[in-house]
């Protein structure tokens, strides 16, 4: 889902994003992060649209991460989306990781 989105718009840019991103490990999009997904589109305020955001979100939280970086401020870095999603999480089982910008996590 990561490298279909990076590899988006521009293709020189594109690649250089792909490039970036080759040895990073990539996390799996296992049952688990499929339900977290669908419960957090059905029991929030995130749009049906917003399908890759929610699993964006469930797999930073089933993997336990600490922090989930988004320029995404319309879905995924939204206090009002994330008041709900803390909840549907918690109720799984899980905790939701710190969401937020990458300018918000430097501090600025």
């Not at 250089?16 to 029991?43: G, H, K, T, Y």
């Not at 879905?75 to 009002?80: D, K």
Request: some cysteine; charged content about 20%.
């Amino acid at each position: 889902m990561v490298l279909d989105e990076v590899a988006r718009g521009d293709s020189a840019i594109a690649a250089q994003r792909l490039e970036i991103l080759r040895n990073f490990p990539l996390l799996e999009v296992d049952q688990a992060v499929q339900n977290l997904a669908a419960q957090f589109l059905s029991q929030s305020n995130l749009p049906p649209k917003a399908s890759d955001d929610a699993l964006h979100i469930a797999a930073a939280t089933v993997y336990g991460l600490d922090y989930l970086l988004t320029w995404n401020c319309k879905h995924i870095a939204n206090a009002q989306i994330q008041k709900k999603l803390v909840q549907i999480s918690l109720n799984a089982g899980y905790e939701l990781p710190t969401i937020c910008t990458p300018y918000e996590l430097m501090g600025e």
